[in-house]
């Protein structure tokens, strides 16, 4: 049992770790490029750009928030889908109900956001 923390714990600090090992050898070992105004500027057919180059298209904000809660209730179906052989009967229909339930909201969803933005 123990055992299972140690190697928990192993491959957490190594999924950590690794990634920003690379990033602080990245930034020493790397060159500094001097910076340049004109090649840093956002590509604007030769105009002044208005605003923020970072900002989200807020047409687009609704699919977003749509989808990422679709996205993770079909990863809970396909867990269960892999373990559904120990799992209780009851189980299985409340995944199933909450499956059809959120293609249902889904749908009304992406609906409801289409007619806002015709």
Do not use: C, Q
């Not at 500094?32 to 989200?56: F, L, M, Q, W």
Request: net charge neutral.
């Amino acid at each position: 049992m123990l055992y299972n923390y140690i190697a928990l714990g192993i491959l957490s600090l190594f999924g950590i770790g690794f990634p920003i090992s690379l990033l602080v050898a990245s930034r020493m070992i790397g060159r500094r490029a001097a910076g340049n105004a004109v090649k840093n500027a956002p590509y604007e057919s030769g105009e002044s750009t208005i605003g923020s180059s970072r900002d989200i298209d807020n047409e687009y904000l609704p699919y977003y928030m749509l989808f990422l809660p679709f996205e993770l209730t079909i990863a809970i179906l396909v867990i269960w889908a892999s373990v559904s052989n120990a799992l209780s009967f009851g189980t299985g229909v409340a995944v199933i109900a909450l499956g059809i339930v959120a293609m249902a909201l889904a749908m009304a969803g992406y609906k409801i956001a289409s007619d806002k933005h015709v």
